[in-house]
């Protein structure tokens, strides 16, 4: 599986953005779907996570009720839609998927890694 994130740029604090992670290679339909983020200098955490049928969400502390992730997986995509964003959400986003059941907010049980997209939240 091949994951390609894009969405990013830079946004004022309090504005939205959206971010897609398109799957090729194939089906991910029985795959949990997550996002990660690191800020420089800064280690890599747990954004948020979506089952395969999308019925099961989990979500950082951080970002409850600012972000949503969801997923069409007839178009083998997941999206994350950020709002109310503050500086401290500017960080290179990753998407990752792990094929599992169970949702997991740990980078180590993530087999799949898109390459990033970069979010910049301005004061």
């Known amino acids: 599986v091949q994951l390609q994130a894009s969405g990013g740029g830079l946004v004022q604090a309090g504005g939205s953005l959206r971010l897609s992670c398109a799957a090729s290679?194939?089906?991910?339909?029985?795959?949990?779907l997550a996002w990660f983020r690191q800020a420089p200098g800064k280690e890599r955490k747990f954004v948020g996570a979506?089952?395969?049928?999308?019925?099961?969400?989990a979500y950082a502390d951080s970002v409850k009720g600012r972000f949503t992730i969801s997923r069409d997986n007839a178009k083998n995509t997941v999206y994350l839609q950020m709002g109310s964003l503050t500086p401290e959400d500017t960080a290179v986003y990753y998407c990752?998927?792990?094929?599992?059941?169970?949702?997991?907010?740990?980078?180590?049980?993530?087999?799949?890694w898109g390459q990033g997209t970069l979010v910049t939240v301005s004061s």
């Open positions: 979506i089952s395969w049928s999308g019925s099961n969400t």
């Open positions: 290679g194939r089906t991910f339909s029985n795959y949990v």
């Open positions: 990752a998927g792990r094929r599992a059941s169970v949702l997991s907010r740990s980078s180590s049980q993530y087999n799949y």
